[in-house]
């Protein structure tokens, strides 16, 4: 088979005391989201969505969260890796598109930035990376404050 679909989603709570870590960039915010690694919603969507495309079980399942070797740890580390087993399956990444649900604060000026760093750590070409954002139009948990989610497709062609 020479193509391959994946999906990816994440959630992480809002707290304070924390910075907000989305695609390895820290945005300026009163608040961040909690988590046993930096939390990087974003990079654990697209990093799921990868595994996923090659059947390669999930995040937890390659970082666990119980494993003191992953606190802290920066997230576009684990989307490194997802991409090496990528290509050690033989797969190339086509492209990725994402969504990141945040009521605030607003996000459309970090879009670049993001891109650039998910792009760079990928190996990818920067309009390879699509980054969207969205709120949750004040509903729900998303909508309420209390955290923050994202979504992730990936599309990777055989290579070798
Ligand atoms: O969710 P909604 O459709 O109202 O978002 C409108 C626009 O605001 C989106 O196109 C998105 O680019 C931007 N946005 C943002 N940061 C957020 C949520 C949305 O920049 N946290
Ligand atoms: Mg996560």
Redesign the pocket.
Same mark, same amino acid.
Request: glycine share 0%; aromatic share 6%; charged share 55%.
């Given at each position: 088979m020479n193509i391959r679909i994946g999906q990816g989603w994440d959630n992480h709570r809002i707290v304070t005391g924390r910075p907000l870590i989305l695609g390895g960039i820290t945005i300026p915010c009163e608040f961040g989201l909690e988590g046993h690694s930096d939390a990087d919603v974003l990079s654990h969507a697209i990093t799921d969505a990868i595994l996923g495309a090659i059947a390669a079980g999930d995040i937890g399942m390659h970082f666990p969260d119980t494993d003191p070797r992953w606190k802290g740890a920066g997230s576009l580390r684990f989307l490194k890796h997802a991409c090496d087993l990528a290509a050690e399956a033989g797969y190339t990444i086509a492209n990725v598109d994402s969504t990141?649900i945040? %009521? &605030?604060? *607003?996000? @459309?000026?970090f &879009?670049l930035v993001i891109r650039e760093a998910l792009a760079q750590t990928m190996g990818l070409a920067t309009d390879q990376v699509s980054v @969207?954002? *969205?709120?949750? %139009?004040r509903v729900g948990p998303v909508g309420e404050g209390r955290s923050a989610e994202a979504q992730a497709a990936v599309c990777l062609v055989r290579s070798s």
């Open positions: 990141v945040l %009521e &605030r604060p *607003k996000l @459309k000026d &879009r @969207k954002f *969205k709120t949750a %139009e």
